[in-house]
């Protein structure tokens, strides 16, 4: 469906690395595929596949990435997959109540995809 839309410029992928004819169409539709992860293991798997953006993410954004937190898992990935790039992904929660924080006002969401539309424009 993404792929039907010309402005997509990225297409992430949050279970797994994506299969490699997917990967391929959407390269050959001159785009970059991202993909998550929540181990060292799934991000060289990404990097070996040809995943153009890996994103480590902890357990603290929701869980389905594994049960790796964040200030671990982003040092693995990191030198996993070194000398390539890989975004660090997190949400915010308190050690105390292990709840997370209340939804960002609209302001701060604005301001956030401005931040990420600016990295991924960088990136292409």
Known sequence: ?????????????????????????????????????????????????GIDIIIAQGTEGGGH??????MVLWPEVIEAV???????????????TDSISPPESRAARKRRARRVGRAVRALI
Request: hydrophobic content about 45%.
């Open 82 to 96: 070194a000398p390539a790039d890989a975004f660090a992904s997190s949400s915010r929660s308190t050690a105390a």
């Open 65 to 70: 990435t594994g049960d790796v937190g964040s």
């Open 1 to 49: 469906m993404a792929l039907k839309h010309p402005k997509v410029k990225l297409i992430a992928n949050a279970l797994g690395t994506p299969p490699q004819d997917i990967i391929k169409e959407i390269h050959d539709s001159g785009r970059l595929v991202a993909a998550l992860c929540g181990a060292a293991k799934q991000a060289r798997a990404h990097q070996a596949a």
